[in-house]
């Protein structure tokens, strides 16, 4: 079965307001919000997995102002994605702050999903008018609709 961005991200997993103070406050928030969709199993194995690969890797921060923290655990149900904006910025690791951070979920054995997952988002977030219309979107709904149509599987 082919996995559609439909699939991994829905109206759920977009916050345009996230209120983080820290790199593990913004996982753990996030990872709130994949518990509460029914796509972990185990919250706590998959924030440590995110939280090893942040402090083993330096950061998952990239340049422009976006983070991609990933994991690949047992304790994830199904491959997933949560989008979150924050106005302050969060520090994963780069020089600036990342106001937009893509979390990426992968069940354990699902070998290069998340790996496509990264490589497909990271593509599209080096494009300005990408970011900028994901910084600009006013809903939930509004953000959805620019990765469905920026970012393919």
Known sequence: M?????????????VLDLQA?????AIDQMAARLEADGRLTDRRAYVAEVRKREEEGGGTGMEMGVAIPHGKSAGVARASVVFARSAAGVDFGDSEPSRLVFMIAAPQGTEDLHVTLLAKLARRLVHEEFRERLTQAPTPADALDIIRSEVTL
């Open 2 to 14: 082919d996995i559609t961005i439909d699939d991994v991200i829905n109206e759920r997993l977009v």
């Open 21 to 25: 103070a820290s790199r593990d406050d």
